[in-house]
């Protein structure tokens, strides 16, 4: 891999990664459309660490509340303050998305990239974004958050092991759809994906360092970083005043594109 292929792949997985447009799916063709070797999915995580560290700073003010809150909760043995059910609840949420991972590891690494199904996956997702987010009110803030929402939301980001579907899109629509309002759906989502990124970024690593710590790896953590978190603060920015449509429409036309583009090479 070229220092340029590495640049591009962790500019891509920045921005993709919390934008609802599927970082996963992105990952996967941008080497089939660019004609590149598919780097894998172990690199696919080290350029998680990227989007790990940006995630870190941009809500380290949370993080340092949320730590608090869970040392709390272990001390007394009970949740008594918001932020203490938050703290339980981004637990509770974690479990599905870690389950699944544990189970469909190879699926992932293989059948599950295929362009075709990934641009239909995009195409569908797109739809069901723009749906809820179209239709479903915006009644409830974080601090109404129940422990059954909670794991809804959970289960959706489970989901999002399917390239194509997307992790922040999974937990943003289902948070729209449990109606939730943009701006928390998004945090949520956000602050959600902390342990399962953390968690295969530690088990991948090994894959990831097998060459070592080489220039284009560097380059595209560093690179996945920085955009990650230009696009934290973009959509929390964006969502505040908009609605999620643009990112609904971006990917049917990516999906659309890549389906033209897997079917005149198969002729």
């Not at 891999?1 to 990664?17: D, K, P, S």
């Not at 599905?96 to 569908?124: K, S």
């Not at 701006?183 to 090994?206: M, Q, W």
Request: aromatic share 10%; net charge positive; glycine share 8%.
């Amino acid at each position: 891999m070229t220092v340029l292929q590495a640049l591009v792949l962790g500019i891509v997985q920045g921005l993709a990664e919390f934008l609802p447009i599927s970082s996963s799916a992105h990952l996967a063709l941008t080497p089939w459309v660019m004609g590149w070797e598919d780097p894998g999915l172990a690199f696919d995580v080290a350029l998680h660490l990227g989007t790990l560290i940006a995630l870190v700073w941009y809500f380290r003010r949370d993080w340092i509340a949320l730590t608090r809150a869970g040392f709390n909760v272990l001390a007394r043995r009970r949740v008594e303050t918001v932020e203490e059910r938050r703290a339980m609840f981004i637990v509770m949420a974690t479990i599905p998305a870690g389950l699944a991972g544990l189970l469909l590891e190879e699926a992932a690494e293989g059948a599950l990239r295929a362009p075709a199904l990934v641009a239909t996956v995009l195409i569908l997702m797109g739809i069901l974004l723009w749906a809820v987010d179209r239709f479903r009110s915006q009644a409830h803030s974080l601090g109404t958050m129940t422990w059954v929402q909670a794991l809804i939301i959970g289960v959706a980001q489970a989901c999002a092991l399917v390239p194509g579907v997307s992790r922040s899109g999974s937990t943003i629509t289902a948070a729209r759809a449990l109606g939730f309002d943009r701006s928390s759906a998004a945090t949520f989502s956000f602050l959600l994906s902390f342990p399962i990124t953390a968690a295969a970024v530690i088990v991948k690593a090994p894959d990831a360092l097998k060459e070592g710590v080489t220039t284009p790896l560097v380059v595209g953590i560093l690179a996945a970083a920085v955009s990650s978190w230009m696009a934290i603060a973009f959509l929390l920015r964006y969502v505040s005043r908009h609605s999620y449509g643009a990112f609904a429409l971006y990917r049917l036309i990516a999906g659309a594109a890549v389906l033209v583009l897997w079917w005149s090479r198969q002729s």
